[in-house]
């Protein structure tokens, strides 16, 4: 079974809201104090897949990344989370891509590498949290999507795909090749990668291509949306903290403040 | 040309499909054309009843093919139900199929979508969606280049419509459809949630990281949940935990909720969860550390312990409300 | 009768000595093999620096093998081992003068020294053993302290002990009797022996006794001669040279670095990765168990057991042909006593051999974390933080500059003559408890007129974290990234707050290269005090005790200024706890425990607490950020009637000196 894991690099959403600022020209986030980290949702997708992979009894896991010269880092960790092989596109030119061009990016890839059973991505980014590039890229390549997936078992050839709903689950069964997109539950969390495994990861082989290798532009012309403005909004409110000698006194105010708001319901 | 068409999956007029209409409505009034509504379900008579006072037309499909929801036959159908129609706006709401289809649909006409909108705007021709981004840190507005502009919303954050005194012409239609088998939904679960959906619930208390189990869920929040008449949820961190179900998940990534009270117990508030509670009318929260995040966005709070605050608020809470 | 004559006849009443020669031969051979089969174990092992510094190691010698300081911290044990040591050291010196006399045609034994040494002083000392042994059998069958191995081994070494000196007066007393020694009185206890047996033994019955005892005494040496190194008598060779190849750094220098580009492994899962002074470590163990009563874990109920890991390990290293896993092949040496360490270094600190305890339980967390990625969930949280982050602090919203607000702080890039940087440290940065403590320092400086400033945003966590945890490649990243930024701004001196951060910076940085004064901000404090630009004008009459960190007490010896600090914000004298100084009890939060979720019964804070609540203080100071909050919490987890509070030395300085008298 083949598996392609798609991976975006993106800068720690996790930063404290007093150290992110935005440049209003550049129409991106300033990196500030924040470090490079693979977005969480990939990092998921990545240990669903290789979660799926030990049950299985086997898998070839590729990781795969569009993005600039730093994201081999994510794919380094890729391979030392034990994914098979990686492949980067570089990006040199396109920031912040429209999710179409990713997806055209990453279909090229993909149908260089030959089109795997199953097409793992994360729901969505931590930056941009645009959440389009798994059904995009399911569009590109002409396959069947399944979205919010978070568990994936193989029976008799076919794949069965438990994904998150808003009231619950549901679970399909799906004939590869497939693209799912996958959302967290408290048993994808991505595993700690061994030190050896790290420092071994950069001495494998790593596919760099650029678009034009693909057969693609070089670079995009942000044909399917643009971001025409970013700002941070200014949102300050005053927080009235209970006050009182005693631990009942304040519980008591912060009782009354509850009831008063629940009264007017 | 130029008319708006509002897409409903399911046949319940609740406060989703209602913030749906209701900006689908002002959007083409604010162009001046129409509103159509497609539907894929039986015209239920509440439903209809009320969005025929919204769209000026109502396409209801209900066939066999759709009866089981399945993506790829749920995209034919919608693009096929689309391009019946002279419109160049698209609007869906948030829940799963939607979201899911709407990329996707874009693709298929030719369009572009963006999602999550909390605000659309028609400029000299331009469509201007705006949305958060960075985990709710900032705002971005974005001009979608292609048409149909595909936008889903996050449906509770607008508010309906008053009915119009005029009634939608209703209609039915049957697409020739190929159903595509290569997925196929085999199994459906609803999770006991209490009586009122979370997206729905006017009064949430919601746990954090901070709770450090998930007996305290049970023991402590549920009783004074139950006293509040509210719904529970939780923070991303405690679900991953494995403390409460995923379903319980409140923030970026999960229910986007718009209740009139957030009691946030525990929570520190990081940007990714207030970007599920922005529409929140008043948050109110209990955390021991009083330069917790929750707090700038709080109208009142109480820095301690919740083991030490909850007992004694449902007793406040019990006797207060004698 | 001519002193300078006195003597006794070597072999009185007995033929046959080749006999004695005889039995030698199997004696050293058995007794050979048990010394050789430990040199080979230590063989086995990794190198290790240890030859260095002779000078400093002698000293080492005649402090803690001669004089045996350590033994001596507890009194009785000190005493009856000295006892027995000194004892056996005279009797053999005894014995080899007679041997000298008898093989080599020496004639020591003659006159006043036969007089003097070779009779009163070893009857003394021959009767000082038998008290001692008294003494040991009292603690181990009467008292029965839970710190001992209650072994039958143990029992055996003690009554063959006793045996030999029983046996050795016996046929000094009968020889005495017999032969009418004429300086019977300067063998004072002999004497005594003589004189008991003429009353109920003919002569010709003291002879035969003589006779038979003689050889059973032989026989029995002979015995305990080749039994000894297969026991922990083998402590009397190997505890000297474990202690001439002593770590001569101070106890925060402890741990091992790792060559990346070379190393084949990372951390110890088999004997043959540990150092051959580990393996030797090994076999000084005496089975005292002073390690066990200093352990905070142990104090508490846990599993970890200092004394049995070692022991445990020995076991194993016994079994010649273990290549295999260790971890886990032994309760003491399972990953849940591995991962209730605090990294205190008691253990050590109480070794009277200075057996290094702690850095094998760093070694093995290094295999499992480093190698297996196996270790405690909210472990692994901060490990994750510390490499995304730069922090431990896992979903902390706190920024590294927020403590500032309102003062006027400057970064090391805007204060070109900076004279000291204020490290600040993670604690004392992101945790709200404890940015009060930066600001009381802050505050301190400006006040007194120092041009400092900090590095802000650039600063990451020191490491200290990653490296007790066990991550040392994430430890080395932290280290050359902090060292790369210092560098940067060319800092040559640092004051911190915290003393892990200090440790770290002062004892393991130099080890990559990055080698900068630094200075506990109790220190730097201390000699603002004395220079006379702080000047405390509001002593506080607070009640008040100070607990050691054991980063910065025990682990560096830095134990007055801090104190001075607290006598000086104060009008009453500071209470000290019993455990003090380098004896001082943990708080609970190094080695990466405070980030471990404890149980509610055993949580080593409380300990602590409870000692420091006994003391009637008001006020518990404290000079580390992880004491602070530890301390916090165990002080709020007793429900006491009257408060404690737990305030950083700065904090206490700070509420003397703010009110300037101008």
Same mark, same amino acid.
């Given at each position: 079974m083949n598996i392609v894991v798609c991976l975006k690099q993106i800068l720690d959403p996790e930063i404290p809201a007093r150290d992110f600022s935005v440049d209003t020209e550049k129409l991106e986030a300033r990196q500030g104090s924040a470090s490079l980290v693979t977005n969480i949702f990939c990092e998921n997708a990545l240990e669903t897949a290789l979660q799926f992979r030990e049950r299985s009894g086997g898998a070839k896991i590729t990781v795969l990344s569009y993005g600039p010269a730093s994201a081999e880092d994510s794919l380094r960790k890729g391979l030392a989370m034990k994914a098979d092989a990686a492949a980067l596109v570089l990006n040199e030119s396109d920031t912040n891509p429209d999710p179409l061009r990713v997806a055209q990016v990453l279909a090229a890839a993909i149908k260089k590498l030959g089109i795997p059973d199953l097409i793992m991505l994360g729901r969505e980014s931590g930056d941009w949290g645009v959440g389009q590039t798994g059904g995009l890229l399911a569009e590109e390549l002409g396959l069947p999507c399944l979205s919010f997936v978070d568990h994936i078992e193989t029976v008799a050839g076919q794949l069965l795909l438990k994904r998150q709903t808003e009231s619950g689950w549901e679970q399909f069964e799906a004939k590869p090749p497939v693209v799912v997109t996958i959302t967290n539950n408290e048993y994808n969390v991505p595993r700690i990668p061994k030190v050896r495994d790290v420092m071994s990861s950069y001495r494998q082989p790593l596919e760099t291509w650029r678009p034009e290798d693909l057969g693609i532009a070089a670079e995009t012309t942000n044909q399917y949306y643009e971001v025409v403005e970013l700002f941070v909004p200014v949102k300050e409110t005053s927080c009235e903290f209970a006050q009182g000698d005693s631990l009942n006194e304040r519980v008591e105010a912060f009782a009354q403040r509850i009831v008063a708001v629940i009264n007017t319901l | 040309m130029n008319d708006v068409v509002i897409t409903f999956l399911s046949t319940t007029f609740d406060k989703a499909a209602q913030g749906l209409a209701g900006e689908g409505r002002r959007l083409a009034d604010s162009l001046g054309v129409r509103l159509h509504a497609v539907v894929v379900g039986k015209p239920e008579a509440d439903f209809t009843a009320n969005l025929s006072r919204v769209a000026d037309k109502l396409v209801f499909v209900d066939q066999s093919e759709l009866s089981l929801y399945q993506p790829e036959t749920y995209l034919t159908a919608l693009t096929q139900l689309f391009q019946t129609l002279s419109a160049n706006t698209l609007l869906l709401g948030n829940d799963t199929y939607s979201q899911e289809l709407a990329p996707r649909l874009a693709h298929r006409l030719g369009g572009s979508a963006v999602g999550d909108a909390v605000a659309l705007r028609v400029v000299d021709d331009k469509f201007l969606v705006t949305r958060q981004v960075y985990g709710g840190k900032a705002q971005a507005v974005i001009e979608l280049k292609r048409r149909p502009a595909v936008v889903w919303l996050r449906a509770r954050a607008f508010s309906p419509t008053s009915p119009r005194d005029v009634q939608g012409e209703i209609s039915q239609l049957t697409l020739a459809l190929q159903p595509d088998t290569r997925t196929r939904l085999i199994e459906q679960k609803r999770e006991e949630q209490g009586e009122v959906r979370l997206e729905e619930a006017r009064v949430i208390v919601s746990g954090g990281r901070g709770i450090g189990g998930p007996e305290p869920f049970e023991s402590e929040l549920k009783p004074l949940a139950e006293l509040m008449g509210a719904q529970m949820a939780a923070s991303r961190a405690a679900c991953d935990a494995g403390w409460v179900l995923p379903t319980w998940q409140v923030g970026q990534t999960g229910k986007k909720v718009s209740p009139d009270l957030y009691l946030a117990i525990a929570i520190t508030g990081a940007s990714q969860h207030m970007a599920g509670i922005s529409e929140a009318k008043t948050i109110a929260a209990i955390n021991t550390d009083p330069d917790a995040p929750i707090f700038k966005h709080s109208r009142f709070g109480i820095v301690e312990d919740y083991r030490k605050v909850v007992p004694l608020l449902r007793e406040k809470l019990s006797e207060l409300r004698k | 009768?001519?002193?300078?004559?006195?003597?006794?006849?070597?072999?009185?009443?007995?033929?046959?000595?080749?006999?004695?020669?005889? =039995?030698?031969?199997?004696?050293?051979?058995?007794?050979?093999?048990?010394? #050789?089969?430990?040199?080979?174990?230590?063989?086995?092992?990794?190198?290790?620096?240890?030859?260095?510094?002779?000078?400093?190691?002698?000293?080492? =010698?005649?402090?803690?093998?001669?004089?045996?300081?350590?033994?001596?911290?507890?009194?009785?044990?000190?005493? %009856?081992?000295?006892?027995?040591?000194?004892? @056996?050291?005279?009797?053999?010196?005894?014995?080899?003068?007679?041997?000298?006399?008898?093989?080599?045609?020496?004639?020591?034994?003659?006159?006043?020294? #036969?007089?003097?040494?070779?009779?009163?002083?070893?009857?003394? @000392?021959?009767?000082?053993?038998?008290?001692?042994?008294?003494?040991?059998?009292?603690?181990?069958?009467?008292?029965?302290?839970?710190?001992?191995?209650?072994?039958?081994?143990?029992?055996?070494?003690?009554?063959?002990?006793?045996?030999?000196?029983?046996?050795?007066?016996?046929?000094?007393?009968?020889?005495?009797?017999?032969?009418?020694?004429?300086?019977?009185?300067?063998?004072?206890?002999?004497?005594?022996?003589?004189?008991?047996?003429?009353?109920?033994?003919?002569?010709?019955?003291?002879?035969?006794?003589? =006779?038979?005892?003689?050889?059973?005494?032989?026989?029995?040496?002979?015995?305990?001669?080749?039994?000894?190194?297969?026991?922990?008598?083998?402590?009397?060779?190997?505890?000297?040279?474990?202690? #001439?190849?002593?770590?001569?750094?101070?106890?925060?220098?402890?741990?091992?670095?790792?060559? @990346?580009?070379?190393?084949?492994? %990372?951390?110890?899962?088999?004997?043959?990765?540990?150092?051959?002074?580990?393996?030797?470590?090994?076999?000084?163990?005496?089975? $005292?168990?002073?390690?066990?009563?200093?352990?905070?874990?142990?104090?508490?109920?846990?599993?970890?057991?200092?004394?049995?890991?070692?022991?445990?390990?020995?076991?194993?290293?016994?079994?010649?042909?273990?290549?295999?896993?260790?971890?886990?092949?032994?309760?003491?040496?399972?990953?849940?006593?591995?991962?209730?360490?605090?990294?205190?270094?008691?253990?050590?600190?109480? $070794?009277?051999?200075?057996?290094?305890?702690?850095?094998?339980?760093?070694?093995?967390?290094?295999?499992?974390?480093?190698?297996?990625?196996?270790?405690?969930?909210?472990?692994?949280?901060?490990?994750?933080?510390?490499?995304?982050?730069?922090?431990?602090?896992?979903?902390?919203?706190?920024?590294?500059?927020?403590?500032?607000?309102?003062?006027?702080?400057?970064?090391?890039?805007?204060?070109?003559?900076?004279?000291?940087?204020?490290?600040?440290?993670?604690?004392?940065?992101?945790?709200?408890?404890?940015?009060?403590?930066?600001?009381?320092?802050?505050?301190?400086?400006?006040?007194?007129?120092?041009?400092?400033?900090?590095?802000?945003?650039?600063?990451?966590?020191?490491?200290?974290?990653?490296?007790?945890?066990?991550?040392? @490649?994430?430890?080395?990243?932290?280290?050359?990234?902090?060292?790369?930024?210092?560098?940067k701004y060319q800092v040559r001196k640092v004051i911190t707050a915290c003393p892990h951060c200090f440790n770290t910076f002062k004892n393991e940085y130099p080890q990559y290269g990055a080698s900068f004064e630094v200075l506990h901000h109790s220190e730097y404090l201390a000699g603002l005090v004395e220079a006379g630009k702080i000047k405390p004008t509001a002593a506080s009459d607070c009640k008040v005790t100070f607990h050691d960190p054991c980063y910065l007490g025990r682990q560096n010896g830095v134990y007055d200024a801090p104190r001075q600090l607290v006598q000086i914000s104060i009008r009453d004298k500071a209470i000290e706890m019993e455990r003090s100084r380098n004896q001082s009890f943990c708080c609970g939060g190094g080695g990466g425990m405070s980030f471990i979720e404890e149980p509610a019964n055993l949580r080593v804070n409380q300990e602590r607490a409870r000692e420091a609540l006994a003391t009637g203080a008001d006020v518990l100071a404290v000079g580390c950020p992880f004491c602070l909050t530890m301390m916090e919490d165990g002080v709020n987890a007793q429900k006491q009637d009257r408060e404690m509070r737990v305030l950083d030395v700065a904090e206490l300085l700070w509420e003397a000196s703010r009110q300037v008298n101008v």
């Open positions: - | - | 009768m001519n002193p300078a004559e006195a003597s006794r006849q070597i072999y009185w009443n007995i033929t046959h000595i080749w006999v004695m020669y005889l =039995l030698l031969i199997p004696t050293l051979v058995v007794a050979g093999y048990g010394v #050789y089969r430990h040199l080979q174990r230590w063989r086995r092992g990794l190198p290790a620096t240890r030859l260095d510094q002779p000078g400093r190691r002698v000293r080492l =010698l005649l402090q803690h093998a001669a004089a045996q300081s350590r033994t001596a911290r507890d009194v009785y044990a000190g005493l %009856f081992h000295s006892f027995i040591s000194y004892g @056996f050291v005279v009797l053999t010196i005894a014995t080899t003068v007679v041997a000298l006399d008898a093989d080599f045609g020496t004639t020591i034994m003659r006159g006043w020294f #036969y007089l003097y040494f070779q009779s009163f002083i070893v009857d003394l @000392f021959g009767v000082l053993v038998m008290i001692g042994i008294l003494l040991a059998v009292a603690r181990r069958y009467f008292t029965r302290p839970r710190k001992l191995v209650y072994t039958n081994e143990a029992t055996l070494i003690l009554a063959v002990i006793f045996l030999m000196c029983l046996q050795g007066f016996a046929l000094e007393g009968w020889r005495i009797a017999v032969t009418n020694d004429p300086w019977a009185a300067w063998s004072p206890f002999g004497n005594l022996v003589a004189q008991a047996s003429q009353g109920v033994m003919s002569k010709t019955q003291m002879r035969s006794a003589h =006779l038979g005892v003689w050889w059973f005494h032989l026989v029995t040496v002979f015995c305990f001669i080749a039994w000894a190194p297969y026991t922990k008598m083998i402590h009397v060779v190997t505890a000297p040279l474990n202690i #001439y190849t002593a770590n001569l750094a101070p106890l925060g220098a402890s741990l091992k670095t790792i060559d @990346f580009e070379k190393a084949e492994s %990372f951390g110890v899962n088999s004997l043959a990765r540990f150092t051959w002074k580990d393996l030797l470590d090994l076999d000084a163990c005496t089975e $005292c168990g002073r390690c066990v009563a200093v352990c905070p874990a142990n104090n508490v109920g846990k599993e970890l057991s200092p004394r049995d890991l070692i022991l445990q390990l020995r076991n194993l290293s016994a079994i010649s042909s273990n290549g295999g896993p260790i971890i886990g092949a032994s309760p003491a040496i399972s990953p849940n006593a591995l991962w209730q360490c605090t990294t205190c270094a008691a253990c050590m600190e109480a $070794c009277p051999v200075f057996i290094e305890q702690m850095p094998k339980i760093v070694d093995m967390r290094r295999f499992l974390v480093m190698e297996e990625a196996d270790f405690p969930d909210t472990m692994q949280a901060a490990v994750m933080s510390l490499e995304k982050r730069g922090h431990p602090f896992s979903g902390t919203q706190a920024t590294r500059v927020d403590w500032t607000k309102g003062l006027e702080i400057k970064h090391v890039s805007e204060l070109a003559d900076a004279e000291v940087l204020l490290w600040v440290g993670c604690g004392g940065a992101l945790v709200e408890r404890n940015q009060a403590v930066t600001r009381a320092t802050a505050q301190l400086l400006a006040q007194a007129g120092v041009k400092f400033a900090i590095m802000g945003r650039d600063e990451k966590c020191s490491g200290d974290p990653a490296r007790r945890i066990g991550n040392e @490649f994430l430890f080395e990243t932290l280290v050359r990234e902090n060292a790369a930024n210092l560098n």
